[in-house]
Nanobody
Framework: QVQLVESGGGLVQPGGSLRLSCAAS????????MGWYRQAPGKERELVAS???????RYAISLKGRITISRDNAKNTVYLQMNNLKPEDTAVYYC??????????WGKGTLVTVSS
């Protein structure tokens, strides 16, 4: 059982930046893919970004250029840097770990609110 704890969410003004963190309870090097998803009110959960244990990244087209995902294997932590935030980025952001055996683990989420 992998436990994931997100942090770094909060209220930010349009155009601002946030860095989200996801701390894992085990070595993330052993986890095949780490990802960030988000779910806005009334909408389905969607992929924001993901990174494999070899460092390959994938980004949602609508967010590309404004976000960067990274991982620190020594700290068992994955980060999501978000810049030039817009009101439509308001959502609960979830960390996901996908193992090579097909298991998925989720954090409880962190709320990001973009508003003036």
């Amino acid at each position: 059982q992998v436990q994931l704890v997100e942090s770094g969410g909060g209220l930010v003004q349009p155009g601002g930046s946030l860095r989200l963190s996801c701390a894992a309870s085990e070595r993330i090097y052993n986890l095949y893919v780490m990802g960030w998803y988000r779910q806005a009110p009334g909408k389905e959960r969607e992929l924001v970004a993901s990174i494999t244990n070899s460092g390959m990244t994938r980004y949602a087209i609508s967010l590309k250029g404004r976000i960067t995902i990274s991982r620190d294997n020594a700290k068992n932590t994955v980060y999501l840097q978000m810049n030039n935030l817009k009101p439509e980025d308001t959502a609960v952001y979830y960390c996901n770990a996908h193992t090579s055996t097909g298991l998925d683990f989720w954090g409880k989420g962190t709320l990001v609110t973009v508003s003036s």
